[in-house]
């Protein structure tokens, strides 16, 4: 009898001991690594061989096993199986830029029988292009309203961030936010040069925080909620990305000052992993711009340096699927990784952009995750990455993948807009 209550006591001080320290390590706060000389070996799973005088026609079946995996292991699965119904207007249409551009305020209504979703479209074009133009669209962070001091620009009425620089409060956004965030859409300088840019709140197309689903677009299929039960549907990068598609849709419809072909989406951090992922799901983006996107971005999973598959999935669990979750510390496991995910934009022009001291986003993981990728670019007929090494700050190279290091922290600036402005200049002429 003393053994068994021996036995017993030990067992549940055993229990208690696993018990608070999983506690204790569930609480231990996350410590990034910044060491190169810590960065783990690690085998790049392979992205293509061809074994033929037709690499072209063999990289198709490859990549469509690729974009299957990412859609099962990473992003989700989007509902392309089901039906919905979209309608386009125009809200408000007007001069902007002193009778420089034309601004248009496009409203794209999605309908199923389960509900209806509304996603408000901002358009600047040049005020009188001699043919259709260029476009840069891209999603921003807190409405339409912050990227311009244009008075005329609808407030979002969508979900916002609690932001006092961005007068977001109660999760409202208001006039205050207006203009907020100008420096990081320039967008005078664009029409300037010929471009024309369009934009959309990110939250219009689907809420940025863990709602279990239930808002923006995922509330149109109810029957097609993520979760547990369903690991591999689409988390909410994956439904920016398919609201880009839509925004697309809406440009083809209603905006004949802009050429569809010639259509580069791009993206900020967040919205830059989401930028790789709607060229890569959706081939008719001319090309994708991807400014520090980081980890499930650009940046190569395996080298675990700055923010980590665990550390992104603690924090924004709703951006990717239930399925990607079991690679938390375990990247070795995964079946593929970024360098693969830049791969499926080919042979579309890509670019990879980081910054110096943006070492969370890891950098030096972009850029060989770009390096890599460029390798199937020249297995297909294209020039590979011009850069051999990671460089110094301030250099940059166009081409069929593009890359630059800018100098300073996690943001977008005049300085890399002119680049992909360069960017789009040489896409065009290479068309």
């Known amino acids: 009898m003393y053994i068994i209550h021996l036995v017993r006591t030990i067992c549940l001080l055993l229990t208690i001991i696993s018990t608070g320290a999983a506690q204790v390590h569930a609480q231990k706060k996350f410590v990034p690594n910044y060491d190169e000389s810590k960065v783990p070996e690690f085998d790049l799973p392979p992205i293509f061989k061809p074994s033929s005088q037709d690499p072209i026609s063999e990289w198709a079946d490859r990549r469509t096993e690729l974009l299957s995996l990412f859609q099962q292991q990473v992003y989700g699965l989007p509902p392309t199986h089901l039906a919905y119904r979209t309608s386009y207007s125009i809200v408000e249409s007007g001069p902007g830029l002193a009778g420089k551009a034309l601004r248009q305020q496009i409203r794209i209504k999605l309908e199923t029988d389960a509900a209806n979703h509304t996603i408000d479209l901002l358009v600047y074009t040049p005020a009188e292009p001699n043919r259709p133009v260029p476009l840069f669209l891209g999603l921003n962070f807190f409405g339409n309203h912050t990227v311009s001091k244009d008075p005329q620009i609808a407030i979002t009425s969508a979900w916002s961030r609690n932001s006092a620089e961005k007068g977001v409060s109660q ?29 959309c709140y990110c939250g219009d197309i689907d809420p940025d925080f863990d709602d279990q689903f239930q808002n923006g677009v995922h509330s149109l299929f109810p029957q097609f909620r993520p979760g547990p039960d369903h690991p591999d549907r689409w988390g909410t990068i994956a439904a920016w990305a398919w609201g880009l598609s839509r925004l697309l849709d809406g440009l083809i419809q209603k905006v004949p000052q802009v050429d569809p072909n010639r259509v580069v989406v791009i993206g900020h951090s967040r919205l830059g992993k989401t ?13 994708a711009i991807s400014n520090n996107s980081g980890c499930g971005g650009a940046a190569l999973s395996r080298r675990r340096f700055g923010e980590t598959v665990g550390r992104i999935n603690q924090s924004f669990p709703h951006w990717f699927c239930e399925n990607f979750k079991q690679y938390n510390r375990n990247e070795d496991a995964l079946p593929l990784d ?47 990455l011009k850069l051999s090494e990671f460089p110094e700050p301030g250099t940059h190279t166009i081409g069929p993948v593009s890359y630059h290091l800018r100098k300073g922290r996690h943001n977008i600036t005049d300085w890399d807009w002119d680049r992909y402005i360069e960017f789009m200049r040489a896409m065009v002429q290479s068309q």
């Open 171 to 199: 999760n409202k956004a208001t006039d205050k936010g207006r203009g907020t965030a100008a420096s990081r859409w320039p967008i005078e300088k664009l029409i300037e040069n010929g471009l024309g840019v369009a934009t």
């Open 275 to 287: 930028s790789l992922w709607a060229a890569a799901s959706d081939t008719r983006f001319a090309g």
């Open 338 to 384: 970024q360098h693969q995910l830049l791969s499926l934009i080919a042979r579309r022009p890509i670019y990879i952009a980081s910054a110096s001291e943006d070492r969370w986003a890891d950098p030096r993981g972009e850029f060989l995750s770009a390096k890599s990728a460029s390798q199937l670019y020249s297995n297909l007929g294209y020039p590979e």
